[in-house]
């Protein structure tokens, strides 16, 4: 019996000439992971204007590079590091504790999807997984409208990766994060801490995982105002409050 495997290669994240760090990654759709990284990371707001990427692969893996609108020296100067890791934990270099329990942003415009929303994402998302259909080993974050339609799915075998790659999709494609149109994130994870960063960060206004959260994942919520919501079934769901 043959079975595809996913993708998983070193990929260097350079900003304004600036190597931030490698990750292991899906080689699929990196100038979307460039823009949801830098998000992320705060080097640029989700309604920043399109980042110029530069996408090649080496020998050793993929290098992305990508030039930062305006002038971000102040950020890089202070954050500047090289990381080296396995995932996009948000943890890898962190230079003290307390980097990471730095405040978040509130959420600008916190909503709750109905159950109905979210049933109706969680049934259309499989139809947007290609590698995962393929080979049962890949993540997917879906950004989705508050009635539950899919307005773009990623796909990594990482977890963050894959919700990188969505919000930079999503905020490339013009979309009004937190503003006139709220959309809520759907993610084929466990929720841990660092995804209800990215989904704060990324201008969404609310979060939904498959799996589980982690204790610190609902306080960084809670701090935050972005509305929680896990175990996500067909027919169930469990909103944290």
Known sequence: MERPLPGEVPVALEFDGVTWAVMMATPEDLADYARGFAIGEGLISPDAPPLSVDVARIDDGWIVRAHLPGSNAGTMAERVRRRI???????????????????????????????AAIFRAGGMLRDHQPIGRATGAAHAAAICTMDGAIACVREDVGRHN???????????AGAAPGGAAPHFAMLSARCSFEL?????????????????????????????????FVLARGDSVLELT
Request: aromatic share 2%.
């Open 85 to 115: 890791g396995d995932s996009s934990c948000g943890l890898c270099g962190m230079d003290t504790l307390a980097e990471v329990a730095r405040p978040l942003p509130p959420v600008a415009v916190p909503m709750q999807p109905e159950p």
């Open 162 to 172: 894959a919700f990188d790659k969505a919000i930079g999709a999503w905020t490339a």
């Open 196 to 228: 209800v960063e990215k989904a704060v960060r990324g201008g969404l206004s609310a979060l939904v995982t498959i799996s589980a959260p982690t204790s610190m994942a609902v306080e960084r919520a809670r701090d935050a105002g972005l509305p929680l």
